[in-house]
């Protein structure tokens, strides 16, 4: 049995012009979920919510990408960052004539940034959404680890250029 906590954080890319990020938050920002024998269905997927806002021109591209900040798991060093599988499963906030769309493919995380969301921002400002799912899809190939928990950042970054 692992027991798990995700620490996730927030940064910047590009943001130039006339946007202008009035806010960009992660919540909640961490995530703990213990992980159980695969052969019984194993732990259920998490969920956190990057909210993005920002104003400026209208129309404004914008791209929010998900990585890991190591290679493997602190405190669980024989665990890869990529037993840990994302996905985008829903996204909202375009504003009027705006487009938001999400990348549903499972996202194994890694230390190469992967696109989580992208769209364009509308005629009204508005708070761009886009729900990240988090699941462990360890196996029975790696040791369990109860204390301290083995722990993942995983970094969202938005590019607003």
């Not at 890319?13 to 202008?20: E, F, K, N, S």
């Not at 919510?49 to 998900?66: D, E, H, Q, S």
Request: glycine share 10%; hydrophobic share 40%; net charge positive.
């Amino acid at each position: 049995m692992w027991r798990i906590v995700l620490i996730l954080v927030a940064g910047c890319l590009g943001a130039y012009g006339q946007t202008g990020i009035t806010s960009f938050t992660v919540t909640p920002s961490a995530l703990s979920f213990t992980a159980a024998d695969p052969d019984t269905g194993g732990p259920a997927a998490q969920s956190s919510t990057a909210v993005i806002r920002f104003n400026g021109a209208f129309f404004r591209p914008w791209t929010l990408y998900v990585q890991s900040e190591g290679p493997t798991l602190t405190n669980c060093g024989s665990i890869p960052a990529s037993a840990l599988v994302l996905r985008c499963t829903s996204e909202s906030g375009k504003g009027f004539l705006g487009s938001t769309s999400c990348n549903a493919s499972p996202i194994p995380l890694s230390t190469t940034s992967a696109t989580h969301a992208a769209g364009n921002q509308g005629i009204f400002n508005s708070a761009i959404t886009a729900n990240l799912q988090v699941t462990f899809a360890g196996t029975w190939r790696y040791r369990a680890a109860l204390a301290p928990a083995c722990t993942a950042s995983i970094r969202n970054t938005a590019d607003l250029p």
